[in-house]
């Protein structure tokens, strides 16, 4: 009851993961028009730089947003003063993402500038909202911390983001590359490495069925993925290999110690048959490792020529984006069904709520796409990259197709039960806990 208590009105979620989904397509179609310049990328406003913000703007921020919004009242049982600051986060954000792609993509340094405030300034309303959450929340203390470290992660890449688009201008910082390999950590393990951990200790354990890893493991990840974050921010600031190799290899044990707990969990709970989702989640934390290796060998110039570029292309399409994609397609339909409990009327099984095909289109076609563009990258070959390319474009639209058949499955459930429209601005008062 405490958990369906907490659901915001679901436009609220939904246009976030929405939002994700529309931006995922937008990805693979944009990264199809910037094939040429992507194996040779070296940093700098372009298509590549568009491409690369689409992705982690575009599909990560909203996606952590959106879950960061619903799941942490759900999880610490702590609801939001006001939904008025969710909503200004929203049209911020998403207002300042579209103007400040269309700076990176043209190269006009005022829109990057206009989109980058505007964006910075829905960032710091979702900070503030997230923090007020954290501050009064007394459950959950190792996923509260991950998150912590995400919200000051999250500060220091936007104030380095800003100084990298005037520094384009006014050329003031002692070095443009470090400091941009330094927005790269700070956001991708930082930011988004720290959320994904931390809610990773929420959402496998709940939907594995299983009793919170015990052991070490949690707040040794924990310790572990901080301090590599810290060497490795030090590292890009100074150039220093040695410190960038150091950071990667604590990064290595610290994913070593996470993926031990979830596999834990996965072997412990009493939901053995996790689906496809779990194949994307699992291929995800196979990943990690394995960019944090290239990421060290990187470091060391022992990639080769595309090594950075190869190296950037792992942790944010092969990693992040494969893990949030598994995770996405488990919360989109487990939201839809918490928030589909109407007195008389049976909520539909998750597997009711949308057919099983678009899911399979997507992976296989997200798989090829990795390969493909993974291909191109090391080998030079802008036609490997587009022809992956068009492989995540097919495998974007299929998940779109999936999360909009699970919204419709919503408001046709609600209108059936109601002989009328859906209720979209308001949480469904409920009497069944467990749809
Ligand atoms: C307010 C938000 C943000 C702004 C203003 C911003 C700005 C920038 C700028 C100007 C660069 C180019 C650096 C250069 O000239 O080489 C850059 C690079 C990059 N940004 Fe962001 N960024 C933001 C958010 C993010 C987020 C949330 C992520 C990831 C989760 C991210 C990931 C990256 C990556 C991976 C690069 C490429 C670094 C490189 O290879 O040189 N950014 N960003």
Redesign the pocket.
Known sequence: MGAQMRLLPPTLPFRFFGAAAVMHVAVWLAGFWAAEGIPA?S???GPV?AV??IL??GV??MTAMGAAFQLLPVATGVAHRSLVPVRLAWWLYLSGAVV?FYGFATSIHAA?LIG?IV??AG?MVFLAVVASLLRRARTLPLQVRFAWVGLVSLLL??VL??A??ED?ARGFLPD??FV??A??IL??FG??GMLTMGFSYILVPMFALSANPPGPEGSVSFFLALGAVAVGVAGALVGSAPLLGGAALLGAVASAAYIRAMLWSLRNGMRKNLGLSFVLIKAAWLMLPVCLVMGGAAAFGMLGEHG?VLF?FML?FGWLLTFLMGILQRIIPFLAAMNMSKKGKKPPRLSELAEAAPLKIHAFCHALALIAVGSGIAFDSSNLIRGGAVAGVVGALAFLWFTVTVLRSYRDYHKESDGGSAPLNSATPVSNPNP
């Open positions: 990328f940093g700098g406003p730089l690369i913000h982690t703007l990560f921020g400040l990057m980058g964006v910075a960032f890449l936007v983001g800003l990298l688009i384009l443009h590359q941009g390999l927005h790269l956001a991708a930011f988004m950075p950037t944010l």
